[in-house]
């Protein structure tokens, strides 16, 4: 096992043997999660800090519980509480942050690539992504294979079954950083990933993505997928210069009941959230057995607490889940 | 052959340049050039070395009109932090050019007489001659003509609203209409806005991996055709800026053919890097336009070759440090390029020296109005009685490129780190040594 990478940029951070480490841990930290005392001292003494520029409530608040979980002491630094209003720079405000002791700086912010100038400005904080403009998302793509892990029967199996696995990301491929950390992380475990997506949506190109297919028929891709992945639509996206409307979007590229009825009995419906119900996923497909999206928010803790746990606690398991 | 006396035109000469192979539009030979009082006064072999006369070591060196930039953006007035027109000449100096044509996007833009007037006067002590580029538009905003017949009455010969392109095909219609009346050319920064939208990078594979808005090729392929039908319809000459696709070249190339009165120059940056530099979201390789992929990179270089680009045109565009410290898609775009810009032409393209040396002097030179044919001392030929405005440079000397050691007040050099090989010795800037040994004397 190679060590667990510093920074967590990019799911190629991690490579497959990376994800499948952090799956493994993550397991038991849900176990962790039922306990009376959901809590364990692997990182007592370290502190994380969040440095949100935009606003996520899902995201910030999953990190901090499994920082606090982990014992770890958290900062919460959000954009328009800090400095940052008053003019510093990003540079000074991540300075003057590790100055304080930081081990770990999870960063969220609408710039592709802003973690990637942090993790070249720190000294010794490792950093974490946490979403960065349409770039990369990777815990949420971690918490999507963890969860679709668990559906397959859990453990190293698990992990193995993602071979051939077909997996169809529906949606605004172009200006979503959780499908390129999708794409690339089905990918590393060997899944075959289909885009589907009006041309508008999709990257200006896919040269050298870990793709099998690109389509714009989503009804042609339903019977066979194993995993059916919506992106949220943001509805200026649908206000005429990429779709037409977003009537006309959900009508070719929704997720509706009639459409729902079109897959395996055993196909998995994910959604990162925010889910827009009734424009890529009906509302009545968003409440059925085969989608998981509550499934997907509680995984979300453990799997950043083996995140965090991979990163900063030197891959001792002391006072880990273990302890 | 024996040493003799250089011709006399009244006074000794200050400046003798010994052992140097002189390269102008004229051709090769091995001369020394002899100076005084800002005019070259003897241009002959083994010319014998006048009683307190500095001599410039050329042996091993080439000996070239000074080099001339289409393309500098000195930023005073307004963005003084990132670059003054002292600092600016002082780097053109240091990269063997002896003029620079300044950009109009300062704050305010150069639209107006008092705006011009007010660069000339701080140039007056520069260390390279500084010629405007005055702005097509009002405050460079696309609506209305600045008064170009003012402008070209200061002496201004070319006019832009670089760092955007005229939007409106008839705005510029009217611009290239009003403008051949002057005799000046407008020289375009070619995007169209609607097709580049607030792209951070070139649209392509790269920026769809690494998530960032992209500015397709299309949006100046596009305005580079719509400029050439424009200039064929009006007969005004049009030079089109910093071409980076194969597409916008090949455009060019037909126009030519065709007879039409256009010219092109080519960044440095475009014939050097890729759009892959994006790779690590270093603000440092963003520039606009954006770097290319690979084939546009070599279709830069075929059209410097083949004569369909006439002129290597740096772009220097500085900015402070704390600019390029902003995430990829906020940071201003822009590369430093004077002092690389030589070094960068000898290692990357597989041309001579004398075609190097017409794309980045005499052709330029003519093109900015500064040449001797259009009353300029810029762009050679080194002859007796011209102006003596020259750059010696070593073809072979090799040397790392240290952004910190540049003489801009930026530092956002892409090329750290870099070995080239050529290097400038020596430039005279109207008699002057203002580099020595590759030092800047002031």
């Given at each position: 096992m190679s060590r667990f990478p510093h920074h967590l940029l990019a799911i190629d951070d991690l490579g497959s043997d990376g994800i499948g480490e952090v799956l493994r841990v993550a397991d038991s930290f849900v176990e962790v999660g039922?306990?009376?005392?959901?809590?364990?001292?692997?990182?007592?003494g370290r502190t994380v800090a969040t440095l949100f520029f935009e606003d996520s409530t899902r995201t910030r608040v999953s990190f901090e519980t499994a920082a606090k979980r982990l014992s770890a002491d958290v900062l919460s630094f959000a954009a328009g509480s800090s400095s940052v209003k008053k003019g510093e720079s990003l540079r000074d405000t991540v300075e003057t942050i590790e100055a304080m002791g930081i081990d770990a700086i999870i960063i969220r912010h609408p710039s592709s690539g802003a973690p990637v100038g942090v993790a070249r400005w720190v000294t010794s904080s490792s950093v974490i992504n946490a979403g960065d403009g349409w770039h990369e998302h990777p815990t949420q793509a971690l918490l999507d294979l963890y969860t679709v892990r668990q559906a397959l029967g859990g453990g190293d199996e698990g992990v193995h079954r993602f071979k051939s696995l077909q997996v169809v990301i529906v949606g605004d491929v172009r200006h979503s950083r959780v499908a390129r950390s999708q794409v690339a992380a089905y990918a590393a475990l060997g899944a075959e990933v289909t885009l589907v997506a009006p041309p508008t949506l999709l990257p200006p190109s896919i040269d050298g993505w870990p793709i099998v297919a690109v389509s714009h028929d989503l009804e042609k891709e339903l019977p066979d997928a194993d995993v059916v992945s919506l992106l949220r639509l943001q509805s200026e996206r649908g206000s005429g210069e990429f779709v037409p409307s977003l009537r006309e979007y959900t009508a070719g590229f929704g997720l509706t009941g009639r459409r729902a009825a079109m897959l395996k009995p055993e196909t998995l419906i994910l959604h990162p959230g925010p889910m827009v119900r009734g424009v890529e996923i009906a509302s009545e497909v968003a409440d059925l057995p085969a989608a998981h999206i509550t499934g997907q928010v509680s995984n979300g803790v453990a799997v950043r607490m083996a995140v965090l746990f991979l990163m900063l606690g030197q891959g001792q398991l002391d006072g880990g889940p273990d302890a | 052959m024996g040493a003799r006396m250089p011709e006399r035109h009244g006074s000794e000469p200050q400046v003798l340049i010994r052992g140097g192979t002189v390269i102008d539009a004229g051709g090769e030979r091995r001369v020394d050039v002899a100076i005084a009082d800002g005019r070259i006064r003897g241009v002959e072999d083994g010319l014998a070395v006048p009683a307190g006369a500095t001599v410039l070591d050329a042996v091993g060196c080439i000996v070239a009109p000074g080099l001339v930039d289409l393309h500098t953006h000195l930023r005073e007035p307004g963005q003084e932090e990132a670059e003054t027109i002292e600092t600016g000449t002082r780097a053109a100096a240091l990269g063997g050019y002896t003029a620079v044509v300044a950009m109009p996007n300062t704050n305010p833009p150069l639209d107006s007489a008092d705006a011009v007037r007010n660069v000339f006067e701080l140039a007056s002590t520069a260390t390279a001659e500084v010629a405007v580029a005055g702005a097509i538009t009002v405050g460079r905003e696309g609506n209305h003509l600045a008064p170009m017949a003012e402008l070209a009455a200061l002496g201004v010969r070319l006019f832009t609203d670089d760092g955007a392109g005229v939007q409106s095909a008839g705005l510029m219609r009217r611009a290239l209409e009003y403008g051949r009346g002057l005799g000046v050319t407008l020289a375009q920064h070619c995007e169209d806005g609607s097709l580049a939208c607030d792209g951070a990078m070139h649209e392509g594979a790269w920026s769809s991996r690494l998530g960032l808005p992209g500015m397709p090729a299309l949006a100046e392929e596009v305005m580079v055709a719509r400029d050439i039908a424009l200039a064929r319809a009006t007969g005004a000459p049009v030079h089109f800026l910093h071409l980076s696709t194969g597409p916008s070249i090949e455009l060019v190339r037909q126009a030519k053919a065709m007879g039409l009165p256009v010219t092109a120059e080519a960044a440095p940056h475009h014939f050097s890097l890729t759009d892959a530099c994006a790779a690590g979201y270093d603000p440092v390789f963003k520039v606009n336009p954006p770097l290319r992929p690979q084939a546009d990179v070599d279709a830069v270089k075929v059209g410097l070759a083949d004569g369909t680009i006439d002129a290597i045109a740096t772009d220097h565009a500085p900015h402070a440090p704390e600019f390029k410290d902003l995430p990829f898609d906020l940071a201003p775009p822009g590369m430093l390029g004077l002092q690389t810009a030589l070094g960068l032409a000898i290692t990357e393209l597989d041309l001579s020296l004398p075609r190097i040396l017409a794309l980045m002097s005499w052709q330029p030179a003519a093109i900015a109005g500064l040449d001797p044919a259009h009353g300029g001392g810029q762009g050679g030929p080194i002859e007796v009685g011209a102006e003596a405005n020259l750059c010696v440079f070593d073809p072979t000397a090799t040397w790392t490129v240290d952004p910190m050691a540049l003489a801009s007040r930026s530092r956002n050099s892409p090329y750290g780190g870099r070995t080239l090989t050529g290097h400038v010795r020596h430039t005279v800037f109207r008699g002057e040594p203002v580099v020595v040994d590759g030092e800047a004397t002031r």
């Open positions: 039922h306990r009376a005392n959901p809590k364990v001292p692997a990182l007592r | -």
